[in-house]
Nanobody, 125 residues
Framework: EVQLVESGGGLVQAGGSLRLSCAASGLTFDYYTIVWFRQAPGKEREGVSCIRNSDGSTKYYDSVKGRVTISSDNARNTVYLQMNSLKPEDTAVYYC??????????????????WGKGTLVTVSS
C-alpha cells in the first residue's frame, strides 16, 4: 500500500519559517516526482513546488518563489519543503502528491497517482 504522510505544519507568525515533510512508503521513490500543493479556505488548490527524484530537478510556482526550497532525501524516501518569510496568505492545507515520471515543468498539471492527507499551515499576522 502506498502512503504519503505530511508533517510539520502548525501555527507560525508572519515572517517565520516552517519545514514540511512528506514521507513516502510503498513506492519506488526514485521513479516519482513529488508535488506540493496547497489549498486555502474558499480557494482552488494550487501547485507550490515539485521535485523529480530521478534527477533532482525542481520547480517553484510564482506565489512562493524565493521563499521556499524543496529537497529530497532518497535514502529516507522523504521530501522536504522549507518555507521562509511566511505570509498570512500562505495559510492553507498543504498536500504532497506523487506522479510517476512527471516532468517538473508541468508537475502540478498532471493527474497525481497518490495523495497525502495534508498538513495545516496557519500564518498569523
Amino acid at each position: 500500500e502506498v502512503q504519503l504522510v505530511e508533517s510539520g505544519g502548525g501555527l507560525v507568525q508572519a515572517g517565520g519559517s516552517l519545514r514540511l515533510s512528506c514521507a513516502a512508503s510503498g513506492l519506488t521513490f526514485d521513479y516519482y516526482t513529488i508535488v506540493w500543493f496547497r489549498q486555502a479556505p474558499g480557494k482552488e488548490r494550487e501547485g507550490v513546488s515539485c521535485i523529480r527524484n530521478s534527477d533532482g530537478s525542481t520547480k517553484y510556482y510564482d506565489s512562493v518563489k524565493g521563499r521556499v526550497t524543496i529537497s529530497s532525501d532518497n535514502a529516507r524516501n522523504t521530501v522536504y519543503l522549507q518555507m521562509n518569510s511566511l505570509k498570512p496568505e500562505d495559510t492553507a492545507v498543504y498536500y504532497c502528491a506523487a506522479r510517476r515520471a512527471a516532468e517538473t515543468k508541468y508537475c502540478s498539471s498532471y493527474i497525481m497517482d497518490y495523495w497525502g492527507k495534508g498538513t495545516l499551515v496557519t500564518v498569523s499576522s
